[in-house]
């Protein structure tokens, strides 16, 4: 399967630890995107990156949010000292720039999620 | 600033019947326009997509969508629903620019349930 996966797919942990999850793209895709998704909403956009560069960070919910893509392969996004309202489904996206007729375009294929719990 | 705006927050069809899904957006050029759908769980599979050209695109699943730039709306439509069809459908939203295209704004969803 070439799709984007995701690990793990659930996590549980207590307030104020600290959690890691983990995005592979697809191989040809250069962008990756994170999203965050709560219940009864659909995604919500956190960040991106263009190969290894992010380029967009401001939408990063907190400073206890942060994301790497060191070789602008697999992505990971840390949330330090979690907290209750951080419980969500964390999804990232891959895509391609497509250029068309009215100017550039991204299709973004998502991955399956992360579902984080925090007690 | 984009939005979009699904008035359905759930729907209930019955098998075979026909599907409308509204969607309307809000957005200041010329947009991109997806429709996705969510099972329990899991991640969002494209259903179709709008970039440009014929306003009426055809997805998977026997989805189709129209786009009506004059009521800023892309309703989603399948004639026959299916019972596999229940799920959480979500219209996005994105810019086409002529630098970097960004990331998608989405709308909150509207849950389909199918009678038997």
């Known amino acids: 399967d070439t799709g984007v996966s995701q690990d793990p797919r659930h996590k549980i942990t207590k307030r104020g630890q600290n959690v890691t999850f983990r995005c592979d793209p697809i191989?040809?895709?250069?962008?990756l995107y994170w999203y965050r998704q709560t219940l009864g909403q659909g995604p919500e956009f956190l960040t991106y990156?263009?190969?290894?560069?992010?380029?967009?960070k401001s939408r990063l919910l907190s400073d206890r949010f942060s994301a790497e893509r060191p070789k602008g392969s697999f992505s990971t996004l840390e949330i330090q000292r979690t907290e209750q309202g951080d419980s969500a489904m964390y999804l990232c996206a891959s895509s391609l720039i497509i250029e068309g007729l009215a100017g550039k375009y991204n299709e973004q294929f998502f991955g399956p999620g992360t579902r984080l719990t925090v007690l | 600033a984009q939005s979009v705006t699904q008035p359905d927050i759930h729907i209930t069809v019955s098998e075979g019947a026909s599907l409308e899904l509204r969607c309307n957006y809000s957005?200041?050029?010329?947009?991109?326009l997806f429709w996705y759908v969510q099972s329990p769980g899991q991640g969002l599979q494209l259903l179709l997509k709008y970039f440009s050209g014929d306003t009426l695109v055809q997805g998977i699943k026997g989805f189709e969508a129209e786009f009506k730039r004059s009521q800023s709306s892309f309703n989603l439509r399948k004639p026959s629903v299916h019972w596999s069809d229940a799920a959480e459908y979500f219209c996005?939203?994105?810019?086409?620019?002529?630098?970097?295209?960004?990331?998608?704004?989405f709308g909150s969803g509207t849950q389909l349930t199918v009678l038997p």
């Open positions: 191989s040809e895709h250069n962008r």
């Open positions: 990156f263009q190969n290894e560069a992010q380029l967009e």
């Open positions: 996005a939203v994105g810019p086409i620019s002529s630098g970097s295209a960004r990331q998608l704004t």
């Open positions: 957005y200041g050029a010329t947009p991109y």
